[in-house]
């Protein structure tokens, strides 16, 4: 059996109360609506692939559960056939037309990351398929004009910013002007990391802080060392780190490590990367970029609370959600939502449901603009308190007050 249909067959088993698939693929049963996702099982991005996939499959667990989706006069169950993409683009390009032209499924669910995401969409573009996604942030997905991507989640140049923002606030405080600030940065060299990086020179330009490190993190995201003796030797206010859930990892180890001291260190995918479980008393005092906190006032008729959907989450996989598991989540209800008011399952008329998306999830609210991207959900910061995740900013989602300068 090949490693593509072992994945597939494997998906199915893991949540084989609410998921089927037929080894020659898997047409839409007549009270059955077939998504498809190309997931990353292996390779790079595997620890969030797996946040993605059970995200997917609580939302369908739960739809199925409360007696599917009203389409029309007619009621379907939700299934989802998955492929292994291995982390690599063009895999994912691969089973996206695999998913369409051999498994006949009409609507699709986004891959991890905004590489794969890129790879893939130009894919269901040509074929008229719709796509909801929560995890490919880059902004430039955005620019290409597609009619058929819709994201659930804020776009990159928005992940950090707010940690910029709170380094400014936190020098007038202190007397000082924000342009005296000095930051350094390390992003990994791909779609998502490069355009947080974008974002952050864009909000520290605006401050007229100086940008005295801006590097690369090297291909594997092992090894940051060469960018922490920079650090260490130019003294910078603010480290911004971003390198999906192993660059986040790698950061906080070697920082610990090599005893490097900087007042503010902000990064992205903290909690897919379990920051806290994995270094205890090294993760203090990070921030955190997220899209979503379980603390947070939203809710939906499927869910609750942000709050009880965390509950729920941990109940089934035995682990708090991270914003990756949450966002995939919110990607199946954006399509039913889109399924209910189309009240037809013609690809076309859910494309334009989806483009006139105005609702509340768990999740955050949801409402795309004319180039797909969700313009009405903010991005939050927390930081590490005592081995918890505690939202500092924005203020008016904050439950808890900055810790600063991070203790040396």
């Known amino acids: 059996m090949s490693h593509l249909a072992r994945f597939t067959v494997a998906a199915a088993v893991t949540a084989a109360a609410f998921m089927s698939v037929s080894p020659t693929g898997a047409q839409a049963a007549d009270d059955t609506i077939v998504l ?5 099982e292996t390779g790079k991005y595997s620890t969030n692939g797996k946040h993605t996939t059970n995200g997917y499959n609580l939302a369908v667990e739960r739809i199925n559960s409360k007696g599917g989706v009203k389409v029309g006069d007619k ?5 989802i056939i998955y492929y292994d993409d291995e982390s690599t683009p063009a895999r994912g390009a691969q089973l996206a037309e695999r998913l369409i032209n051999q498994d006949g499924v009409k609507f699709l669910l986004g891959p991890y ?3 794969l995401t890129k790879a893939i969409a130009p894919v269901t573009e040509k074929y008229g398929i719709p796509m909801v996604e929560g995890n490919g942030a880059s902004r430039s997905l955005f620019a290409q004009g597609y009619k058929y991507l819709f994201a659930v989640l804020s776009t990159s140049e928005k992940y950090l910013s707010s940690a910029i923002t709170l380094a400014a606030e936190q020098a007038q405080k202190d007397g000082r002007e924000p342009q005296s600030l000095k930051v350094a940065m390390a992003f990994e060299n791909d779609p998502f990391s490069q355009d947080v990086r974008a974002g952050v020179i864009d909000d520290a330009t605006s401050y007229g802080m100086q940008v005295v490190v801006d590097d690369k993190l090297p291909k594997d995201l092992n090894d940051m060392s060469a960018t922490l003796t920079k650090v260490r030797a130019l003294r910078p206010d603010i480290l911004v780190v971003s390198g999906h859930a192993k660059g ?3 950061a906080v180890r070697q920082i610990a490590e090599q005893k490097v001291d900087v007042p503010m260190l902000a990064m992205t995918h903290c909690d897919s990367a379990d920051i806290i479980g994995k270094f205890g008393a090294d993760a203090e005092y990070t921030l955190c970029a997220s899209q979503w906190a379980s603390t947070l006032s939203y809710r939906d008729d499927w869910f609750g609370s942000a709050a009880d959907y965390a509950r729920d989450f941990e109940a089934k996989f035995g ?3 991270p914003y990756q598991a949450a966002e995939s989540t919110a990607s199946v209800l954006t399509f039913v939502d889109a ?4 009240g037809t399952l013609e690809p076309d008329k859910v494309r334009d449901a989806l483009a006139d998306t105005d609702m509340q999830t768990f999740y955050g609210n949801i409402d795309f603009d004319e180039t797909g991207k969700n313009i009405a959900k903010p991005m939050v910061l927390f930081q590490v308190q005592k081995g918890e995740y505690v939202v ?3 203020t008016k989602w904050a439950d808890g007050t900055l810790i600063y300068p991070r203790p040396n």
């Not at 498809?36 to 990353?40: E, L, N, Q, R, T």
């Not at 399924?339 to 189309?342: D, E, I, L, N, T």
């Open 75 to 79: 009621t379907y169950k939700l299934e």
């Open 113 to 115: 990351s905004s590489g």
């Open 339 to 342: 399924f209910q008011r189309a």
């Open 319 to 321: 682990y708090s959600p």
């Open 248 to 250: 986040a990892a790698t």
């Open 392 to 394: 500092v900013a924005p």
């Open 36 to 40: 498809g996702a190309a997931v990353s």
